[in-house]
C-alpha cells in the first residue's frame, strides 16, 4: 500500500485521521421513507445453498446469566482456538484486499483513512458470516473486532502520531465504524438503492460523483457476500481463512469454487 510504503515520511494530518463524516452523514431513515422502498425479506437473497437460518442453541440459565454479567459461557469450540482463527480472518481482511485496485477505481486517497474505510467494509462482510454461527460466531466477532483495533493503534504509531490524537482518533474512528456497521446492515437487508446509499456515506465519505463507482462498490458486495455464505461455518470456525473474489471481473454473477480450507487435528 502507497501509504505503508511512505510510511517514514508521511504527516498524517489530524483531520485525516480524525474524520467523522462516515458518522456525521449516517442517519437513520425515517418511516416515510422506509415506506416508499422496497425491502428484501426472503432468505433466498442472502443463502446461495438456501439452508435454513442457523438457530441459537440453548443455553441454561447460569449462562445466560455471566453472558449478562459481560462474561462468555461455554462454546462449542475452544475459545483460544476461536481468538486464533480470528486474528487469521482479520489478517485475511488487510493482506488478501487489493488496496490499490479499491483507491483507483473509487477515487479513494491513498491515505490511513481510506484504508480503514476499506478494511472495515470486509471486516463487516465477515462479521455478517460469523453471526450466523450462534454464540461462538458472535465471540469470534468480538475477537475480530479487538484484532483490528489493535492493528489501527500500531499503524498509528508507526505513522508517527502522538498520544493525544492518536487517542483522539481512534474515539472518532470507533464511532464511524459502528455507524457504518448499522447502515451497512440496512443496505445488506435492502434493496441495492440503500446498499448504494450506505456506501456512498460511509466509503466515499459523501464525496463520489461518479455513479459507475457506487455500481462497481454495491456488485462488489453483493457477489461477495453470496460467496461469504457459501464457505463452510465449522471450516470458518476452525481456520478463519476467507478468499475475497476480485474487485473487477468479467462475469460478477458466477460464484467462485469454494476451495477447502486445511488445518490440523487441533484445529490450527
Known sequence: MGFLRRVAGVSLRDKEFCSVRALASWRVSSPCLTSCRTLHSTPQLFNVNEKPQHTEEGVGAFTKLIEVMGFTGPLKYNKWKIKIAALRMYTCCVER?????????CSLPDTMNSWFLVAQLHIWMCMVRMRQEGREGKYMCRWLV????????????????????????????TETFYAAIFGYDEGVLSDDCVLAAALWRNLFSRECEDPKQLELMVEYVRKQMQFIDALDGEDLMLSGEVKWRPLLEENAQSILKVATPTYNDTGL
Open 97 to 105: 484486499v487489493n488496496y490499490d485496485e479499491f483507491f483507483d477505481n
Open 146 to 173: 479487538h484484532s483490528m483495533w489493535e492493528d489501527v493503534e500500531q499503524r498509528s504509531k508507526i505513522m508517527g502520531v502522538d498520544s493525544s490524537h492518536r487517542k483522539e482518533g481512534m474515539t472518532s474512528m
